[in-house]
């Protein structure tokens, strides 16, 4: 009889096969797959959950917080500013962004024990007066129109079906001119309709994706949404992305995946494919800096 943990794995997968139920579902497909994975995640890269870009001989967390600040520097965050973090996951972005800025973050994530995390994690660090942390969806944000003085998405908005949507609510909860910055997976715009089958699908289906953008469909959407764009490129532009995919084959090499546990298993198969996505050139990541036009 199969355990819990490799029923719940089986269950997710069988649902996920399905990119109309990705799509259908997301909510719940979103739920299941970091209740999956975020113990696992939690063990292997702490509180910050995003691929980072390089300069030299960083570790993991100092290129993680040095991308994260310079997403911050990008937005022009401060102090007094008021930011909305999309997708917060448990938290780590939010305090390197507040303690950086000086601003005060809201965090907002789908997933309630990430939620729960995140301000568990804040009380740790002193962070509770700067951050807040609440549950909620990027296609529906429950803040009044010009609420925020700015905003930021760090590899979330990969999750939503609609991502226009999700745009099109950033810019409604953001003041007149405020920043809107991203970082985010993206499909090549190079990629052909086979890389797509042979590449994005795998990615999409083991993290529970319902597609992925292409940097000139971003554009389209920042554009539609009533962004002006001031900056929008592929993150190697920012700095090494490669250190990445190593940091992958040295999680994926760990030992022989018929011994793992379910959830460890799918998780180095999806890191299997984000690699070979991303040494054929049909995943990415993009970096948008974008601001509020009305």
């Known amino acids: ?76 965050f401060g102090p007094g500013m008021r930011l909305l973090d999309i997708g917060c996951g448990v938290g780590g972005p939010a305090f390197t962004v507040a303690r950086h800025s000086g601003a005060h973050v809201t965090g907002l994530d789908m997933v309630p024990s990430r939620v729960e995390t995140a301000r568990t994690g804040a009380a740790e660090r002193e962070l509770t007066p700067m951050t807040s942390f609440e549950v909620g969806d990027a296609l ?63 990615i999409c289906r083991l993290h529970g994706l319902s597609h992925l953008s292409t940097l000139g469909q971003v554009r ?7 962004f002006t764009i001031e900056e929008l490129c592929e993150a190697s532009e920012l700095g090494d992305l490669e250190q990445n995919w190593i940091q992958l084959d040295q999680f994926t090499n760990a030992g022989p995946q018929e011994q793992l546990p379910a959830r460890l298993k799918l998780l180095v198969r999806g890191a299997e494919a984000l690699v ?19």
């Open 1 to 76: 009889m199969k355990s819990n943990a490799s029923k719940r794995v089986a269950d997710f997968e069988r649902h996920v096969a399905d990119p109309t139920a990705r799509q259908r579902d997301h909510e719940q497909v979103v739920n299941e797959y970091y209740e999956l994975v975020n113990e696992t995640c939690q063990s292997f890269w702490g509180t910050t959950h995003h691929f980072s870009v390089y300069t030299g001989e960083e570790s993991l967390a100092e290129a993680a917080e040095n991308t994260e600040r310079l997403l911050v520097d990008r937005g022009g």
């Open 140 to 202: 529906k944000l429950h803040y009044p129109q010009n609420h925020f003085d700015g905003a930021y998405s760090i590899e979330a908005l990969c999750h939503v079906p609609d991502k226009r949507q999700a745009h099109r609510e950033a810019a409604r909860v953001l003041r007149p001119g405020a920043p809107w910055v991203g970082y985010d997976w993206i499909l090549r715009d190079t990629a052909s309709a086979a890389d797509i089958e042979r590449f994005a699908e795998p």
């Open 220 to 226: 389209e959407d920042l554009e539609a949404s009533g």
């Open 276 to 294: 070979a996505g991303a040494r054929a050139h049909v995943f990415g990541i993009a970096f948008w800096l974008a601001r509020t036009s009305r």
